[in-house]
């Protein structure tokens, strides 16, 4: 069983930065795929960026360049850095484990989400 807790979102200007925290419980944390989702109002949950157990990384088109997720399995926790964010970039941001590459019906572990809200 794995327990996932996001931290750091919050409201900044368009071009800000912010990076997201997701705490993982569990002694598995670091043979697990872990990965950021988003929902934005009115839309879909979508991909964001995966790590694999050994720190391969794949990002949706839309971040590619101004995202970067990381992890620190003595930490037992996965990063995602946002700089130059957009309007778009609007979203409630969901952390996931246990899956593979962009297919979130096969992540079998989730957070609560954490708020981040870009202003023009």
């Known amino acids: 069983q794995v327990q996932l807790v996001e931290s750091g979102g919050g409201l900044v200007q368009a071009g800000g930065s912010l990076r997201l925290s997701c705490a993982a419980s569990?002694?598995?944390?670091?043979?697990?795929?872990m990965a950021w989702f988003r929902q934005a109002p009115g839309k879909e949950r979508e991909f964001v960026a995966t790590?694999?157990?050994?720190?391969?990384?794949y990002y949706t088109v839309s971040v590619k360049g101004r995202f970067t997720i990381s992890r620190d399995n003595a930490k037992n926790t996965v990063y995602l850095q946002m700089n130059s964010l957009k309007p778009e970039d609007t979203a409630v941001y969901y952390c996931?484990?246990?899956?593979?590459?962009?297919?979130?019906?096969?992540?079998?572990?989730w957070g609560q989400g954490t708020q981040v809200t870009v202003s023009s």
């Open positions: 790590i694999t157990w050994s720190g391969g990384t």
């Open positions: 569990g002694r598995t944390f670091s043979s697990y795929s």
């Open positions: 996931a484990a246990g899956g593979a590459s962009s297919n979130q019906g096969s992540y079998g572990y």
